[in-house]
């Protein structure tokens, strides 16, 4: 195709984008740095670049090391209608942090196993994610550091780094190789482009971006349907069955022993803000269940320096147009501060699963994708701690009616929260299947009962003091 | 009133101001660190506390010591219809600065005039802006941290930061007193509460809170009309008229200038990074007067890991609930890279002037607005770097009557650009006075001869090649 078709087809796929409601990642890995400058500049000049995101990730700078390896791609992620150029990135970053000590051997096969999980989740969630890697063989790339060394003038954009870069080279390619195979997925699956002629790599590449946008701009005459799944064999006793509802705990008990726990979390959230770590802490449960009331229990015992609630509600516009995962990862704690998720990323399993507004294939696979957003916090070395509050219908009815007695609660009780009410089995299957699917060893879910709030209260703020503790003692 | 009235009223108060269209914001300022967590505590609890966003703004993290001093308080300025929960921020910020030796006498001055113009162009924007500053006198402050000494079981909340605090404060006071007095102005006065009885203190602040936010939210009978404000006197030769569109380079001379500008630009550059040295280049210019092209000659220059164009196009429904400046401030370039700005903050004076998108006394203000946000990122030391490139009608309309015969330029344009070509004295008369009223020292506009699209690349190039040469000498 010749370049000035080529040019218009693509800015024409690109306005076709924008109105198709799904986001584009051309994730470009390079042993040939050069080569990547090229195709970024020769992108953004062939389409139109208001609607290209150009990222380079290069090592992660020091506030983003405070942040699981993937924070700042999930940040980053473009919004439906949008191509982001993703340059280096998870690509060649575990290669550079494994070279230079940075990464073990194991933490690099498992930062793999992350990659691959990451694709999937975009892939699955409807991105359209092209890898591409630019290679220029070896012989080549010695040929063209010898003629830059002699011939400064001419090759004046071979710099520094590029110098350095061609040292390691015997070092990176295999390591290179290795990434590569372990995530050349079905979904996924890496294009290599030879760069020895950069003009006619880029116009490979802009050549497959083009032929992939029209593909899946093309509409689908029939999407075949997920096979339904089978509801889950063997109904022994279910989590929430488990859960004494009578426990409860008198006036004076309960003041002494919050007070206690509360002493605690105050030194604890103290010193794990002086020695920067930190917490995330996930409230779920019925409505009227009190997590408002455990949530303030635990922060009158902080300065609010340290802590910050994140209440969840619906989706806003921007956040529709991500990945649901996004707007967590955009919450992640800053170093040294404790966030307390008011509701959270289960909605996907729990209300989104009840209500229909997600479909069962997306949040079948949501477990999965929890877990592993999960693992990677927790191997960052964030201390999280999950909480069902659980209560029974009678006790929730019995608060729905109070709350309509008190003025200022009235706000906290509308329609939807007696309708919810009908899908109370419903909505029991769903968190008794969150709790099997998600409790990991490194995050399990902690059950309370809390039919009784006092009782509830101090069994939170005494699981919260625990996990500071063990944090802190690591 | 009784507490629960109060809550009530002002949970309503908080669901008008959603649809009200202007953001809140409560500053809390405190000698008294206590009363200030629990004042926090208590307005999330008194009020609906997902539609406040509480930010403890404490010492500047490292990241953000790498941005201007209020780039972290830009970035977390409420949206219109949220109230924005400010602690300690810039009410304080300068004073832990100055006690601990990061600002000198003479910056710390510098920095209460920036607050002003802060807290000026927040109101002026249409932000409620409540200043609250929590004293305890110094002799109570004696009495409890004796107390607490005594009786640490009693006094658990009082932590080692209380009681450092309680051993500065004799230096701490008058600081804050200056402060104070410097920023007590008509339009955002501070409101002093003393906090011997710390719950009346909050019933105080809330309910001046609901009052304020009452008057606000009453629908005004008849705004006073701003003064007509003159035409600036002495037509004498405006900037524009002094540029010499005849300027041009034939084609050799071009290339060999060009590839020798790039060349220092790429060097200094990559300097820059490695020293954390940031930019900030800022392109204006009629439609089509060559911006894109100018800008890629100075990014084929550069690797892609050191420079970032952030095209500016209308604002989004998130950007136009906030001030115009804010989604400047959010793009501000990390440590060591490069920000072009293709169309930028100017738009106010430019486009929304002649337009008519904002009103007269809005892009009024903003000369001065602007001119302190530059300040601003110059004081940081940033390089900032402002080019207007200067065509004629003429030479407009014949580029206009060419893209219209290049298949993939023809997405350039629309028939508003030539609606546009109808104002152009009024733009004119625009660009004039942004350039006179907002050609500072430190931020000098460069107005471009660009009829000839080579000399004004090649004019670019070298501007820029010189501001980052003077900024690696610095």
Same mark, same amino acid.
């Given at each position: 195709?010749?370049?000035?078709?080529?040019?218009?087809?693509?800015?024409?796929?690109?306005?076709?984008?924008?109105?198709?409601?799904?986001?584009?990642?051309?994730?470009?890995?390079?042993?040939?740095?050069?080569?990547?400058? $090229?195709?970024?500049?020769?992108?953004?000049?062939?389409?139109?670049?208001?609607?290209?995101?150009?990222?380079?990730?290069?090592?992660?700078?020091?506030?983003?090391?405070?942040?699981?390896?993937?924070?700042?791609?999930?940040?980053?992620?473009?919004?439906?209608?949008?191509?982001?150029?993703?340059?280096?990135?998870?690509?060649?970053?575990?290669?550079?942090?494994?070279?230079?000590?940075?990464?073990?051997?194991?933490?690099?096969?498992?930062?793999?196993?992350?990659?691959?999980?990451?694709? $999937?989740?975009?892939?699955?969630?409807?991105?359209?994610?092209?890898?591409?890697?630019?290679?220029?063989?070896?012989?080549?790339?010695?040929?063209?550091?010898?003629?830059?060394?002699?011939?400064?003038?001419?090759?004046?954009?071979?710099?520094?780094?590029?110098?350095?870069?061609?040292?390691?080279?015997?070092?990176?390619?295999?390591?290179?190789?290795?990434?590569?195979?372990?995530?050349?997925?079905?979904?996924?699956?890496?294009?290599?482009?030879?760069?020895?002629?950069?003009?006619?790599?880029?116009?490979?590449?802009?050549?497959?971006?083009?032929?992939?946008?029209?593909?899946?701009?093309?509409?689908?005459?029939?999407?075949?349907?997920?096979?339904?799944?089978?509801?889950?064999?063997?109904?022994?006793?279910?989590?929430?069955?488990?859960?004494?509802?009578?426990?409860?705990?008198?006036?004076?008990?309960?003041?002494?022993?919050?007070? $206690?726990?509360?002493?605690?979390?105050?030194?604890?959230?103290?010193?794990?803000?002086?020695?920067?770590?930190?917490?995330?802490?996930?409230?779920?449960?019925?409505?009227?269940?009190?997590?408002?009331?455990?949530?303030?229990?635990?922060?009158?015992?902080?300065?609010?320096?340290?802590?910050?609630?994140?209440?969840?509600?619906?989706?806003?516009?921007?956040?529709?147009?991500?990945?649901?995962?996004?707007?967590?990862?955009?919450?992640?704690?800053?170093?040294?501060?404790?966030?307390?998720?008011?509701?959270?990323?289960?909605?996907?399993?729990?209300?989104?699963?009840?209500?229909?507004?997600?479909?069962?294939?997306?949040?079948?696979?949501?477990?999965?994708?929890?877990?592993?957003?999960?693992?990677?916090?927790?191997?960052?070395?964030?201390?999280?701690?999950?909480?069902?509050?659980?209560?029974?219908?009678?006790?929730?009815?019995?608060?729905?009616?109070?709350?309509?007695?008190?003025?200022?609660?009235?706000?906290?009780?509308?329609?939807?929260?007696?309708?919810?009410?009908?899908?109370?089995?419903?909505?029991?299957?769903?968190?008794?299947?969150?709790?099997?699917?998600?409790?990991?060893?490194?995050?399990?879910?902690?059950?309370?009962?809390?039919?009784?709030?006092?009782?509830?209260?101090?069994?939170?703020?005494?699981?919260?003091?625990?996990?500071?503790?063990?944090?802190?003692?690591?």
């Amino acid at each position: 195709m010749a370049l000035p078709d080529l040019r218009v087809d693509l800015i024409n796929a690109q306005y076709e984008l924008q109105s198709a409601g799904f986001p584009v990642i051309l994730l470009i890995g390079a042993d040939d740095r050069l080569a990547a400058d $090229k195709l970024i500049d020769t992108l953004n000049e062939w389409m139109d670049a208001r609607y290209i995101d150009t990222r380079w990730f290069g090592p992660r700078r020091p506030e983003e090391r405070a942040y699981p390896p993937f924070w700042r791609y999930w940040r980053e992620l473009p919004a439906a209608g949008r191509i982001g150029l993703f340059a280096g990135a998870w690509a060649t970053n575990p290669v550079g942090e494994r070279i230079f000590g940075r990464l073990g051997a194991a933490d690099f096969q498992r930062r793999l196993e992350h990659i691959r999980q990451l694709e $999937k989740t975009l892939a699955d969630d409807g991105t359209l994610l092209l890898k591409f890697w630019l290679h220029l063989p070896p012989d080549e790339q010695r040929q063209r550091a010898r003629a830059a060394h002699k011939n400064k003038n001419k090759y004046w954009k071979f710099d520094e780094e590029d110098r350095k870069a061609y040292q390691i080279l015997d070092r990176v390619l295999p390591l290179c190789r290795q990434l590569i195979r372990a995530t050349d997925t079905d979904s996924c699956p890496w294009r290599l482009v030879q760069t020895s002629d950069p003009r006619q790599a880029n116009l490979t590449i802009a050549t497959t971006l083009l032929r992939s946008l029209r593909q899946r701009l093309e509409p689908v005459a029939d999407k075949p349907v997920s096979p339904a799944s089978r509801p889950a064999a063997g109904d022994g006793k279910k989590p929430l069955q488990a859960v004494d509802l009578n426990a409860r705990l008198d006036y004076d008990t309960y003041k002494t022993k919050l007070v $206690k726990q509360q002493r605690k979390i105050h030194r604890r959230t103290a010193k794990a803000a002086r020695h920067g770590l930190c917490s995330v802490l996930v409230f779920e449960g019925w409505d009227a269940a009190g997590k408002g009331g455990a949530i303030r229990r635990l922060t009158r015992a902080m300065s609010a320096r340290h802590y910050r609630v994140i209440p969840i509600a619906a989706p806003s516009d921007e956040e529709l147009a991500h990945h649901y995962l996004w707007r967590f990862w955009r919450q992640l704690p800053q170093a040294g501060s404790l966030t307390i998720f008011d509701r959270s990323w289960y909605g996907r399993v729990l209300v989104e699963r009840v209500e229909g507004l997600a479909d069962e294939s997306a949040w079948r696979r949501a477990y999965r994708e929890i877990n592993d957003f999960e693992a990677q916090l927790v191997e960052s070395g964030i201390n999280v701690q999950k909480f069902w509050l659980h209560i029974d219908a009678d006790e929730q009815l019995r608060r729905f009616q109070a709350r309509e007695q008190t003025l200022y609660k009235k706000y906290k009780i509308t329609t939807d929260d007696y309708r919810n009410r009908d899908k109370w089995e419903q909505y029991m299957r769903a968190v008794n299947e969150m709790v099997e699917r998600t409790s990991t060893t490194a995050a399990p879910w902690h059950l309370i009962p809390a039919n009784d709030k006092r009782f509830a209260r101090v069994r939170v703020a005494r699981i919260v003091s625990r996990g500071l503790k063990r944090q802190l003692d690591r």
